[in-house]
């Protein structure tokens, strides 16, 4: 009953993705990648379909100094166990 | 009938964050990240939603000096197995 | 019932894939790895059935210089858990 | 049945933390950082709350010396997967 | 009912397996080992019984230079959690 | 059926720990760890409850030299998926 | 039903392991580490229970070298997830 009570309360983490959907998000992703993409679907595993996707990649050089490269790719679908969080459009978004 | 015992005991852990509920809270995940935002929803994963987040991201440069950079995210979702422990609000808070 | 509503939504990610059956698409995984090859098969793991696959294989050596590896592989299974995204075909593709 | 044996056995390890509520415990977790606090709950993923912690981080630099950090954090809850081992209280204690 | 559809579809990626069986394959696995062997038994998890087996190890010393290792095994169980990908045996061989 | 056959059958792996209730056991966990004590309790997931805990850390430094530091822990739970492997008592022991 | 087949099969990877019961194994481990026992039991998480054991470690020193040490262990239980790859005995062994 304990369990079913988190499921089915309204501020369940999950159901927040709701409202962005069709909307503009950012994904941070393990190994220092960032998506930016139109919030086409989700699942309960945080597995997301992206449309019209750029991929951010950081990494640091040997001088300490911090790169990003930009990458278009389109549509995708990332899979859930690799994202770290997802910023949410803004409201006005 | 152990394992019901513990879902339900009144001290199981994922239950005291209900008192932070809309408040402040402090998030430190995997990969030296840092988030504080109110605390808006969570589930028993520790997935959570938090509101007007700022990322705290440390990092030790060649020189042994820590640095740390502050990032305003807004709205976010954080997928629970990133994170290491939740510092709840002050009661007082 | 909340879970369920996930599952049969239309825009559950894993049924993006369906669109892409039989067309060349791109599979990010980790450890730098990149497959291009024709998706054949899918499961709800992200395990995938690849044929004609070439592998790119990216790493950054001492002087900091990127490099790319070229391999054919011809028909693979990919472990879904290693995946990180998968790149769709382009619906004109 | 034999699964059932051994979650029903008086010395199942889980079950040592009940004699360690609300004493001051030490919890060595991943990546370096070991938590003193009073334990408030716990769960049988060993998820923890506790009370009043402070965190030591360890570190080596450079020159081989090891560094410790100390930091007031009041009260956490842990995620138990990061969690190597809990020090339970002195039965004096 | 979504769920049983992946699983009995006739293009689920294990299958393609059964195809491979008593042929020699190629595994590719973490940590820069590859098995080159006759496939004699599979499952679900991609546990593989593999005869005949011979392991390549690839590294990079500290010139950049990549070295590979040879090493024959004879008959192994290879853990599914350590797979990246399978190879298939070519239709033909 | 064939799992249960696993299951009962007399020599499975976590039985042999029975024999060691009571006596001092080596446990060797990730991250250069391991543990000297007595086995009080564990469970099928190899969570492991110690009595008289010591602890041993090897690391090794700059100069390739190996070092070991010892330090007493008294009594503590393993977290079972930090354990490398046990090493049982001797039966004379 | 489909994967009941699999479970069922004469040639799952699993079985494998019975005729190797009390016959010298070689089991690689992750982290570098090989052992070499008398396997005793075994269950389908591929945990092991090993007699007599020797481990054997394998790392490259500051020079590229690579050094091996053995070490005599007795009888003990590897947990399954540590596991790479199970070298069979030789089945005139």
Redesign the interface.
Same mark, same amino acid.
């Given at each position: 009953m304990?369990?079913k009570n988190?499921?089915?309360?309204p501020?369940?983490?999950?159901?927040?993705?709701k409202s962005s959907?069709n909307k503009i998000i950012l994904i941070k992703?393990?190994?220092n990648?960032l @998506?930016r993409g139109k919030l086409?679907? @989700?699942?309960?595993h945080?597995?997301?379909?992206l449309e019209g996707t750029t991929q951010l990649f950081e990494y640091i050089?040997?001088d300490?100094s911090v790169h990003e490269e930009h990458e278009t790719?389109?549509?995708?679908?990332?899979?859930?166990?690799?994202?770290?969080?997802?910023?949410?459009a803004?409201p006005d978004g």
């Open positions: 304990e369990r988190y499921q089915s309360r501020n369940r983490p999950i159901d927040y993705l959907v992703v393990k190994r990648r @998506f086409a679907g @989700f699942d309960e945080l597995n997301l379909y050089d040997e300490g790719l389109g549509d995708i679908v990332v899979r859930g166990d690799n994202v770290i969080f997802v910023n949410l803004n």
